[in-house]
């Protein structure tokens, strides 16, 4: 099993920044991609930002050139660096994580965090 513990959500006025971390633990595996994806209230949970193991990350339109996805390979931990926050970035941000697990074999296990919340004021 995969433990992802998410860090950094918080309150931040419109214009401004938050990093969130998420740290994947556990014995014997290795990480094939990594994304957060974050959901309003009423909306449908959509994909942030994704990076693969090979460091290639991918965004939607809608925060590509203000949203920075990295990874720690050592710590197996991804940052996302969120700048010039707009309100309608304002959702519950979940970290997601696909996995294979040597101890089963077990390949492409998916693994989802608790969720931190953004809020984006004005």
């Known amino acids: 099993q995969v433990q992802l513990v998410e860090s950094g959500g918080g309150l931040v006025q419109a214009g401004g920044s938050l990093r969130l971390s998420c740290a994947a633990s556990?014995?014997?595996?290795?990480?094939?991609?990594m994304s957060w994806y974050r959901q309003a209230p009423g909306e449908q949970r959509e994909l942030v930002a994704t990076i693969t193991r090979s460091g290639i990350t991918n965004y939607p339109d809608s925060v590509k050139g203000r949203f920075t996805l990295s990874i720690d390979k050592a710590k197996n931990t991804v940052y996302l660096q969120m700048n010039s926050l707009k309100r309608e970035d304002t959702a519950v941000y979940y970290c997601?994580?696909?996995?294979?697990?040597?101890?089963?074999?077990?390949?492409?296990?998916?693994?989802w965090g608790q969720g931190t919340q953004v809020t984006v004021s004005s």
């Open positions: 556990g014995s014997r595996f290795s990480i094939n991609d």
């Open positions: 997601y994580c696909n996995a294979n697990l040597w101890t089963t074999l077990a390949v492409g296990r998916e693994y």
